[in-house]
């Protein structure tokens, strides 16, 4: 995959929503899944490593904001960064096929967590109308 304009942007906005935690890691699967040519476990790979320096800066803006439990700091970016690279070196060690269905899998419970979630309100809405 060669280096554009149009993939730096398409990076930068994926790490811009992905420190917002909106889910930029699964748009930039998407953008990699359409318009480059690596493989399945290479695309993870960077999604994940990626992850690091769009780490780096939602910190400084949610410490920036007064949003960081300094305490949990430590554990938090050594468990980010511990993970990232095991991810990262794991993903191209297993076979493809099976990282397609187990990130299938992932995000078909993600969306079904999220979904319960959202749904929590309304059913305690209802449920003390009775």
Known sequence: MSVSLFSLAAVFATSVVASMGLGG??????????????????????????????AALSLWLHRKHGLVELSLLPGCIAGGV??????????????????????GVFLLLIGLRE???AMKPLYKKFRHRA
């Open 115 to 117: 979904l319960m979630g």
């Open 25 to 54: 890691g699964t748009v930039l699967l998407l953008y990699l899944s359409f318009f480059s040519t690596l493989s399945q476990p290479q695309m993870q790979s960077l999604n994940l490593l990626l992850f690091v320096p769009t």
């Open 82 to 103: 511990l993970g990232g690279v095991l991810g990262s070196l794991l993903s191209n060690r297993l076979d493809p096929a099976l990282l397609q269905k187990a990130f």
